[in-house]
C-alpha cells in the first residue's frame, strides 16, 4: 500500500485511478473532435481545450470514488462493476450540469459530453474486464512472514482470505509464546537463521503477531532483518493498514504517543475544514430549505409532536451542544426518561420517520449545527452524554474520539453500518480513532465523496 497524505491505499486502486484518468481524458478529446467534425469545423491545438478536458475527467472520477467504483468488488465482480459504473456516469451528468451553469467556459458542450460519456462507459468496462484479473491477482500482494502462531497471528491468516487482501503468507514461525492455531507454522527451534528463511521464502515483509512478548521477541534477528532493508511491522500497525481502523485488541497506548499522527490541530488544517465547513453548509441549506420545511410539515401531520427536536450530545473535549434534527420518532419514544439505543426495526419511528432516516433527510438541520462551529461536515458521529458516560467505562480510549469536532459524516459512517449496541460503539470507534490519528484535508475529501455510496444505497440507515 502507499500512503497518501497518512491515508492508506492500495496499489491497484492507484494504477487503476490512473488508467481511468487517461482514459477520460482520451474519451473527452474524442467527444470534442467528434461533434467538431460532425459539424464541419476544426478542432485545433489540444492545449486550447484542456481546462473543459480536464474538468469532465476529474468530475467522472469524483463520481466514479463516490459510488465504489475502486472497491474490491467492482474489480473482481464485472457485474458490480458495470451497475457502479453506470451510476458514476450518470452522477457525472449531473455534476457537468450543474458546472455547465456555475462555470460554463469550463465544460464541454452538452453534444461533447453525451458523446464523451458513451465513450467512457465502454472504455472504462472494457478496462475492467481486460485488467481485472490483474489487479485482483497477487501481483500487487507483498509477500509476508509471519512471526506468532497464536491467537493474534491467526486474526493476519484470517484477514489474508478477505476480499481485496493486500498480502500473501508465505511463511509462519510459531515462536512459542502461545498455544499454536495457525496450521503449517514452523516451530522457532527449527528455525536456525530468520535472515535465511526470509531469503527463501522471499518475504519483503515480517509482521510480529505475538501474543506474549516477554522472553519471545528475537531482536537481535529483526535488526539484521531490518537493517538488510526487510520491512519490520507490528501487528497493530499492520492491521491498521489493512483494515483501515485502530485494532483496540492489540494497539498499546504507547504505538499511539510514538505514533506520527494525531496532528489534526494544525492551524491550516483547521482554518481549512472551518471554511470548507461555513461555505458548504451555507449552501447546502440554502438549496435544501424548502425540502427541510416540506418534510417538517409532513412529519407534523403524520404524528403529534414537534417537526423538530434538539438533543444534547457531546462535542470537542466532551463539551456539550444542542443538535437539532427532523423528529423521526414518535413523541413519547422515551417517556421514562432513560436514553435508550435505537434498534433495527424500531416500533418508536414514525412512517415518515423510516422513509426520511432511508434517505436521510432527517440530518439536514444539523448543518446549522455545523454553521454555528459545534459540528462540522466530517468527524465522529456525537453521542448522548448518557450513552459516552457508560461507553467511557467499558471501551478503552472511548474518550479521544473526542478530541475532533464531531461531524455529520465520518470515516466510521462509510466504513461501518449503523450501530446501535456497545459491540457496535466499540468498532465504530476504532474507525474514529482511525480519524483522529490520520486526519488531513485529503482524507475528508475522501470520505465526503464516499458519503455519496451510503446515500444512494441507504448502507447503514436505520
Given at each position: 500500500?502507499?500512503?497518501?497524505?497518512?491515508?492508506?491505499?492500495?496499489?491497484?486502486?492507484?494504477?487503476?485511478?490512473?488508467?481511468?484518468?487517461?482514459?477520460?481524458?482520451?474519451?473527452?478529446?474524442?467527444?470534442?473532435?467528434?461533434?467538431?467534425?460532425?459539424?464541419?469545423?476544426?478542432?485545433?491545438?489540444?492545449?486550447?481545450?484542456?481546462?473543459?478536458?480536464?474538468?469532465?475527467?476529474?468530475?467522472?472520477?469524483?463520481?466514479?470514488?463516490g459510488?465504489?467504483?475502486?472497491?474490491?468488488?467492482?474489480?473482481?465482480?464485472?457485474?458490480?462493476a458495470?451497475?457502479?459504473?453506470?451510476?458514476?456516469?450518470?452522477?457525472?451528468?449531473?455534476?457537468?450540469?450543474?458546472?455547465?451553469?456555475?462555470?460554463?467556459?469550463?465544460?464541454?458542450?452538452?453534444?461533447?459530453?453525451?458523446?464523451?460519456?458513451?465513450?467512457?462507459?465502454?472504455?472504462?468496462?472494457?478496462?475492467?474486464v481486460l485488467?481485472?484479473?490483474?489487479?485482483?491477482?497477487?501481483?500487487?500482494?507483498?509477500?509476508?512472514?509471519?512471526?506468532?502462531?497464536g491467537?493474534?497471528?491467526?486474526?493476519?491468516?484470517?484477514?489474508?482470505?478477505?476480499?481485496g487482501?493486500?498480502?500473501?503468507?508465505?511463511?509462519?514461525?510459531?515462536?512459542?509464546?502461545?498455544?499454536?492455531?495457525?496450521?503449517?507454522?514452523?516451530?522457532?527451534?527449527?528455525v536456525?537463521?530468520l535472515?535465511d528463511?526470509?531469503?527463501?521464502?522471499?518475504a519483503?515483509?515480517?509482521?510480529?503477531?505475538?501474543?506474549?512478548?516477554?522472553?519471545?521477541?528475537?531482536?537481535?534477528?529483526?535488526?539484521?532483518?531490518?537493517?538488510?532493508?526487510?520491512?519490520?511491522?507490528?501487528?497493530?500497525d499492520?492491521?491498521?493498514?489493512?483494515?483501515?481502523?485502530?485494532?483496540?485488541d492489540?494497539?498499546?497506548?504507547?504505538?499511539?504517543?510514538?505514533s506520527?499522527?494525531?496532528?489534526?490541530?494544525?492551524?491550516?488544517?483547521?482554518?481549512?475544514?472551518?471554511?470548507?465547513?461555513?461555505?458548504?453548509?451555507?449552501?447546502?441549506?440554502?438549496?435544501?430549505?424548502?425540502?427541510i420545511?416540506?418534510?417538517?410539515?409532513?412529519?407534523?401531520?403524520?404524528?403529534?409532536?414537534?417537526?423538530?427536536?434538539r438533543?444534547?450530545?457531546?462535542?470537542?473535549?466532551?463539551?456539550?451542544?444542542?443538535?437539532?434534527?427532523?423528529r423521526?420518532?414518535?413523541?413519547?419514544?422515551?417517556?421514562?426518561g432513560?436514553?435508550?439505543?435505537?434498534?433495527?426495526?424500531?416500533?418508536?419511528?414514525?412512517?415518515?420517520?423510516?422513509?426520511?432516516?432511508?434517505?436521510?433527510?432527517?440530518?439536514?438541520?444539523?448543518?446549522?449545527?455545523?454553521?454555528?462551529?459545534d459540528?462540522?461536515?466530517?468527524?465522529?458521529?456525537?453521542?448522548r452524554?448518557?450513552f459516552?458516560?457508560?461507553?467511557?467505562?467499558?471501551?478503552?480510549?472511548?474518550?479521544?474520539?473526542?478530541m475532533?469536532?464531531p461531524g455529520?459524516?465520518?470515516?466510521?459512517?462509510?466504513?461501518?453500518?449503523?450501530?446501535?449496541?456497545?459491540?457496535?460503539?466499540?468498532?465504530k470507534?476504532?474507525?474514529?480513532?482511525?480519524?483522529?490519528?490520520?486526519?488531513?484535508?485529503f482524507?475528508?475529501?475522501?470520505?465526503?465523496?464516499?458519503?455519496?455510496?451510503?446515500?444512494?444505497?441507504?448502507e447503514?440507515?436505520?
Amino acid at each position: 500500500m502507499v500512503r497518501l497524505f497518512k491515508h492508506y491505499v492500495a496499489y491497484p486502486v492507484i494504477l487503476l485511478c490512473v488508467i481511468d484518468l487517461a482514459v477520460l481524458l482520451l474519451v473527452a478529446e474524442a467527444g470534442w473532435v467528434l461533434r467538431l467534425r460532425q459539424i464541419g469545423s476544426i478542432p485545433g491545438p489540444v492545449w486550447d481545450r484542456a481546462p473543459q478536458l480536464i474538468t469532465f475527467a476529474l468530475a467522472i472520477q469524483a463520481s466514479m470514488i463516490g459510488v465504489g467504483c475502486y472497491s474490491p468488488e467492482s474489480v473482481k465482480n464485472m457485474r458490480f462493476a458495470a451497475a457502479r459504473l453506470l451510476v458514476a456516469i450518470s452522477l457525472g451528468v449531473i455534476l457537468m450540469s450543474v458546472l455547465f451553469f456555475i462555470l460554463p467556459e469550463l465544460t464541454l458542450w452538452r453534444s461533447n459530453s453525451l458523446y464523451s460519456m458513451v465513450l467512457a462507459v465502454v472504455l472504462l468496462m472494457m478496462v475492467r474486464v481486460l485488467l481485472g484479473g490483474f489487479f485482483s491477482g497477487d501481483v500487487f500482494k507483498r509477500r509476508v512472514l509471519l512471526l506468532g502462531a497464536g491467537r493474534r497471528g491467526k486474526r493476519v491468516v484470517d484477514l489474508e482470505h478477505r476480499v481485496g487482501s493486500g498480502f500473501r503468507i508465505v511463511g509462519c514461525v510459531d515462536m512459542q509464546d502461545a498455544p499454536a492455531q495457525v496450521s503449517g507454522a514452523v516451530i522457532r527451534t527449527d528455525v536456525a537463521s530468520l535472515h535465511d528463511l526470509v531469503d527463501r521464502v522471499e518475504a519483503q515483509e515480517v509482521v510480529l503477531a505475538l501474543d506474549e512478548r516477554r522472553n519471545t521477541v528475537p531482536v537481535d534477528a529483526l535488526l539484521r532483518l531490518k537493517t538488510t532493508g526487510v520491512h519490520i511491522i507490528d501487528i497493530s500497525d499492520f492491521l491498521e493498514r489493512e483494515m483501515g481502523r485502530i485494532d483496540l485488541d492489540t494497539v498499546r497506548p504507547s504505538t499511539l504517543i510514538f505514533s506520527d499522527g494525531f496532528s489534526s490541530g494544525r492551524q491550516l488544517s483547521a482554518v481549512l475544514k472551518r471554511g470548507f465547513d461555513l461555505l458548504v453548509s451555507a449552501l447546502i441549506l440554502l438549496i435544501t430549505a424548502p425540502v427541510i420545511l416540506l418534510t417538517a410539515l409532513i412529519v407534523k401531520i403524520d404524528s403529534p409532536g414537534p417537526a423538530f427536536y434538539r438533543q444534547i450530545r457531546v462535542g470537542r473535549y466532551g463539551e456539550t451542544f444542542e443538535i437539532l434534527k427532523l423528529r423521526s420518532m414518535r413523541q413519547d419514544a422515551e417517556a421514562g426518561g432513560n436514553a435508550i439505543w435505537a434498534q433495527k426495526g424500531d416500533p418508536r419511528v414514525t412512517r415518515i420517520g423510516r422513509i426520511i432516516r432511508l434517505i436521510r433527510v432527517d440530518e439536514l438541520p444539523q448543518l446549522w449545527t455545523v454553521l454555528k462551529g459545534d459540528m462540522s461536515f466530517v468527524g465522529p458521529r456525537p453521542e448522548r452524554p448518557e450513552f459516552v458516560q457508560e461507553l467511557e467505562q467499558q471501551i478503552p480510549l472511548y474518550a479521544e474520539r473526542h478530541m475532533v469536532k464531531p461531524g455529520i459524516t465520518g470515516w466510521a459512517q462509510i466504513n461501518y453500518p449503523y450501530g446501535a449496541s456497545l459491540d457496535d460503539a466499540r468498532h465504530k470507534l476504532e474507525y474514529d480513532l482511525y480519524y483522529t490519528k490520520n486526519y488531513s484535508p485529503f482524507l475528508d475529501v475522501l470520505i465526503i465523496l464516499q458519503t455519496i455510496r451510503v446515500l444512494l444505497w441507504a448502507e447503514g440507515a436505520r
